[in-house]
């Protein structure tokens, strides 16, 4: 065991990394953190640029720590040991695995994202709780989603939680915060068919054709979608509920809809290849 | 305003409330914490049987409080006013909205759910995080099925974590706790057609018949089903994930397979109308 390079959680290194836990901080630095096995994996897949990777070797879970750190260190990290008492004040979870980096943010325009041919997009509109916003992008990994927008952002994307909530994934789906006028504009102009889904939506989301180009518009738990959205859409749809209407939360409504375009894409094809 | 029943966070009865979030103390008092306005609703609702009421109208978010707290009263449960101190202590919340009851555990046997007809059955096994418990809770109650079962269960359904994610659909969804075994026996002697979900499946979870009487078994995130399902199922199905597989988690993938069994019986029972 080598000596570490940081011993004391006094050490302002330690206190840098709490305070970018605030969003003011991250703002400014133009930084984030990403913690935890699975998130540094998908980060290094996604191509995020990581500026420091904090280890701590008498946390690791298993034997893959010490490639996957020296994968990380490869793209070009600045690699700092630290001993376990520090660690733990670093470290935003109740049980660390010894793997903390700080991260450049990424550009989040909404040029990022890929509009051509028929893609699935999930937009999300004003969603406040960062576990839902990772849970979203989670699903939308697990959907094959061409990307995923989140429109008038009230939570940041680079908030550690929805880091942690979303497992990574939300470096390996593309993802682009837009205004909501400009979200509808550039989908528009991509000749996309934006699909709201609302409670006052006028057929059934399983009625509806979703195997062309499609946008997914959730709103907030709390609010719904603005008018922004349930006027400016080509269709509005609702989730059947035979029990009650307050029972679906936003993230859970939005893999609903998304599997249900999975399906309808499934048997198209497979109805093309048949054909 | 009348002068609090208790003004002091020293109080015994404060610290029995705070001791109720520990499962050993709610165990040997069969009591648990209902805590909110939609979570005491639903209890009503569900006819749980409430103890005391615990109330700070100083916290009252809206006109309702009030009315509830006399429906609460109603049914037989001592109220006791407190202080916005101690009321703040006792809460579980960040933001305590006034209302706090104690109420008696209720039977969780498999003879509750009504297993006749064609019931949608949702068993879920192993879970262990309280807030997945609580939204499969909420999502069968939205999605109007018969029953949840929650097989092996490592989470205490009474947590006041489950209580708070389920938004109180704890009370009206039935809800069952039972030994895979002994539950798999009542579904088999009940002639319910057992359905695993499971990375392995056979038939996609859209292929397959949902719409007989159907209890659709997903298991922990960490561990999926154990083979007591796996091989006692009459059949396995998984959902088709165009992108990575480790990015649904379980209360998401029951919502999903939910959802699909809402659409075929939406369908099948829209065919039966034109038939």
Known sequence: MTVPDISSAANPRI???VRLRNRRERDAAGRFLIEGYRELARAIDGGVSIE???TCPELYLGDNDVGLAARVVATGAELV?????????ASYRDRPEGLLAVAVQFPTGIDRLDLTGTPLLLVAEGIEKPGNLGTMLRTAE???ATGVIVADATTDPFNPNV???SLGTLFTVPLAIAASAEALGALRAAGIRVVATTPAGEAAHFATDLTGPTALVVGSEQY???TAWLEGA????VIPMPGSVDSLNAAMAAG???????RQRAIASSADDTG
Chains 1, 2 share one sequence.
């Open 234 to 237: 080509d269709q509005r749809i």
């Open 224 to 226: 719904g979608l603005s």
């Open 163 to 165: 880091v942690r909530a």
């Open 15 to 17: 206190k840098a990394l």
């Open 142 to 144: 697990a959907a094959g």
């Open 52 to 54: 420091t990777l904090f």
């Open 81 to 89: 040991a630290v001993a376990e008492e520090p660690f733990r004040k």
């Open 256 to 262: 609903i809809v998304l599997f249900e375009a999975v």
